[in-house]
């Protein structure tokens, strides 16, 4: 094993870009440099062509009409879009939206926020496994619900939620149904239209292309839906969402999507047998546990508990090799444990003890079998360091201690 060799395993982070994705978008720094929205000249018309060409290939990937998908700056922007312009636009039938405790905070937060402007928000949990009851979704609707809305895949632990029958509970009251599906999007087969998700947002830079841009789906038919703009002036994106389009980005965006549409079942396949192996080989080590329904989750994540190991001193035995997250990461400035864990009903040390290993396209055996060492080697220093683990060797109940306050 390599000691400097770095081994990436945080493709839910951020993955790195396709060289094929990156080769797409050159020439539209320099040579192809137009302003998509300046329909005068050459320059502009090959910079809209190459937008609408990017349009169909991500439509494509979604099977949806080319129409319904909005450039943004990224998922995050699509989700404050798509909640916050659907609140506005449907004031008059309700005020009440439906999310998820573990939810990403981009839908949190600006659920968050709209309780200031007047929204009432049911936050469900969820259970044990990571997933929604349905029989709680359904009990949480009421006359003035204008929006549900649940991601698709969870960012740390993988798991997908129940999507079609969501949609079938929303269609049923005749309710909206908005879907996060950043994690999913390029990896496994996302087709709203087919599902019956009304509006989905999602990111390049999750799917092998570029950072900075994103999507948002919005149905044109059965239903159609609209939402108000959250940033305005030349009324590009047909109103909803003005700004010059970042052109050499979504040109990445399309070429990211047409790579995932051909080969993202292979992926799939290769790296759900690489994440068997991980997991299999890390459960090994005692005092283990897998967070999230392993029957319903990405094929490309494990999220694993080492009990009375620190997550983050963990990390610090191997971050030189080994680029993994514990909690969230876009919220990992905090010490606290991850709330979509302690949301799942685990205690703060299991919480705090866990590591979300992500592998993705360009992940090897060679990664996998390295990672595994190190890791394994991690927990074993760790705990040979803990007097608490010794304590649970000896057969102390460590539930009934209590511990001295400060």
Not at 199 to 216: D, I
Not at 335 to 352: F, I, K, Q
Request: overall charge negative; hydrophobic content about 35%.
């Amino acid at each position: 094993m390599n000691k400097h060799r770095l081994i990436y395993l945080d493709n839910n982070a951020t993955t790195p870009c396709d060289p094929r994705v990156v080769e797409a978008m050159v020439p539209y720094f320099f040579e192809k440099h137009g302003n998509a929205a300046s329909r005068s000249h050459q320059f502009g018309w090959e910079a809209e062509d190459a937008v609408d060409y990017a349009r169909e290939q991500i439509a494509q990937l979604l099977d949806v009409d080319d129409k319904e998908v909005i450039f943004t700056s990224g998922a995050t922007e699509s989700n404050n879009l798509a909640i916050k312009g659907v609140f506005e636009m449907y004031a008059r039938k309700g005020n009440h939206i439906i999310t998820v405790e573990t939810e990403h905070k981009a839908v949190l937060d600006t659920c968050k926020h709209l309780e200031k402007a007047g929204a009432e928000i049911t936050y469900l949990k969820v259970q044990e496994d990571g997933l929604v009851s349905l029989t709680d979704l359904e009990a949480a609707i009421k006359p003035n619900t204008i929006l549900v809305s649940i991601m698709w895949a969870n960012n740390e632990t993988g798991v997908i939620q129940p999507m079609r029958e969501i949609a079938t509970i929303c269609e049923k009251h005749g309710v909206l149904f908005h879907s996060d599906a950043t994690q999913a999007v390029g990896k496994i087969k996302t087709h709203p239209r087919e599902v019956g998700i009304h509006l989905m947002s999602f990111s390049a830079h999750k799917m092998y292309g570029p950072k900075g841009v994103g999507g948002l789906y919005v149905s044109r038919k059965n239903p159609r839906v609209k939402v108000t703009a959250q940033i305005d002036g030349g009324g590009h994106e047909r109103g909803m969402r003005s700004g010059t389009l970042n052109v050499p980005g979504i040109v990445g965006f399309g070429k990211a999507a047409e790579i995932a549409r051909k080969e993202m079942d292979q992926d799939a396949e290769r790296l759900s047998k690489l994440r068997d192996r991980l997991q299999a080989e890390l459960t090994k080590l005692e005092e283990t546990k897998v967070n999230g329904n392993e029957g319903s989750r990405m094929p490309h994540v494990t999220n694993i508990s080492f009990k009375h190991v620190e997550g983050e001193g963990l990390m610090m035995t191997f971050n030189q090799n080994i680029a993994v997250s514990s909690g969230s990461a876009c919220t990992s400035a905090s010490l606290e444990p991850s709330y979509v864990l302690v949301g799942m009903g685990l205690g703060d040390d299991l919480a705090h003890s866990s590591i979300r290993f992500s592998l993705g396209r360009f992940t090897t055996e060679e990664d996998v079998e390295d990672a595994i060492k190190l890791v394994s080697t991690g927990v074993n220093h760790m705990r040979d360091l803990s007097p608490i683990w010794e304590m649970y060797k000896d057969g102390v109940d460590l539930s009934k201690i209590e511990w001295a306050a400060h």
